[in-house]
């Protein structure tokens, strides 16, 4: 069996969230990668790739020209994966359409060749499924798998044709935040901010010093989110990115449902609230009932 993995590139490296897909894929036996555009020096590197498949010059991974080039080189391999990231999730489930097969997301445990453990109800049950697809598509939760190295492979690379022009979808433009934190998804540490914090300033003089000191990746609940105070990217929970750091710092938030689905997988959660009763408390390993506008400072200052 042969598995075949979606890769992302970014500056020059291949996404840490790739590598966990990748390091999911060898249970199934070789494992191919698809790069598209840049980065094939990185890919090659890799560690337990078979083979790249490289499509130079195609930088912007448009879900319908991507969809159906990986579904015309599929019937090479007996699973298709990726992580379960923005690109993931808009491209896979239309190659699983064009299969005629069944996608299956956010895949944590990898069981057998054809069985997965996958969470459902915002991660309140897992559900174990048996697919009898001849080939599987899967997007996978990174934080579940130990990612594979960078280096130390020298894959071959084949280079293949761009994919012919498709007219429904166009790229315009990006707009990236920039920043020197580590990715959210892979971070060791989170802080994140809540509607408590009260304003976008606020995250910058009360949350930063505080990830500056522990290298930790900043992010926030959905109603901060929505109020303004940080952007979406930064959204963990639900609707947001799934984390589980080894130590996630939840800030003036409260910790609903929603939220909890992002982090609850966290290794060691701290919670600093001005409220016992927040139902973030029921989750928190270590709690502080304190005004986070006293607490952060002061904790900046002890690091
Ligand atoms: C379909 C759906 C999907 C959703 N997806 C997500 C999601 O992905 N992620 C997400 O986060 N939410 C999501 N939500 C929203 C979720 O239900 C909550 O509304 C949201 O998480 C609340 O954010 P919060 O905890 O920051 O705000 P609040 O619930 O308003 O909590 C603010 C907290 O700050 C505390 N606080 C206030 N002042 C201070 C102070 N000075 N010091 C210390 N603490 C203070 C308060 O005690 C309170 O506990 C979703 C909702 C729906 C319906």
């Known amino acids: 069996m042969t598995a075949l993995v979606l890769i992302e590139i970014e500056q020059g490296q291949v996404r840490q969230a790739s590598r966990s897909a990748i390091a999911a894929a060898s249970h199934f036996g070789d494992v191919d990668v698809l790069l598209f555009g840049e980065g094939v020096d990185a890919a090659s590197a890799l560690s337990g790739v078979r083979k790249v498949l490289h499509v130079p010059a195609a930088p912007h991974l448009l879900a319908e020209p991507t969809a159906a080039f990986i579904a015309q080189h599929a019937e090479a391999y007996s699973h298709i994966l990726s992580p379960a990231s923005a690109t993931g999730k808009n491209v896979l489930p239309r190659v699983a359409g064009l299969l005629d097969v069944q996608p299956l997301t956010d895949v944590i445990e990898i069981k057998g060749d054809d069985t997965f453990v996958r969470p459902i109800y915002a991660g309140n049950a897992l559900v174990t499924v048996q697919s009898a697809d001849r080939i599987k598509v899967l997007t996978i939760r ?10 130390g492979g020298s894959a071959a ?139 952060m400072p002061e904790l900046a200052k002890a690091l």
């Open 157 to 295: 690379v084949e280079v293949l044709d761009l994919p012919a022009e498709d007219e429904k979808s166009r790229f315009v433009r990006v707009e990236l935040s920039n920043s020197d934190r580590p990715e959210l998804e892979v971070a060791r540490v989170i802080i994140s901010g809540g509607k408590g914090v009260k304003d976008a300033r606020n995250f910058e003089t009360l949350l930063a010093p505080v990830a500056d000191k522990l290298d930790a990746a900043i992010g926030a609940s959905r109603a901060a989110v929505d109020a303004g105070f940080a952007p979406n990217e930064m959204q963990v929970g639900q609707t947001g990115k799934i984390v589980a750091p080894e130590l996630y710092i939840a800030v003036g938030l409260s910790g609903a449902l929603q939220h909890l689905a992002g982090m609850k997988d966290s290794r060691t959660i701290v919670a600093i609230n001005i409220d016992p009763d927040a139902p973030i408390f029921k989750v928190a390993d270590y709690g502080l009932v304190g005004d986070l506008f006293e607490v």
């Open 142 to 151: 990174s934080s579940n798998f130990d990612p594979v190295d960078a280096t």
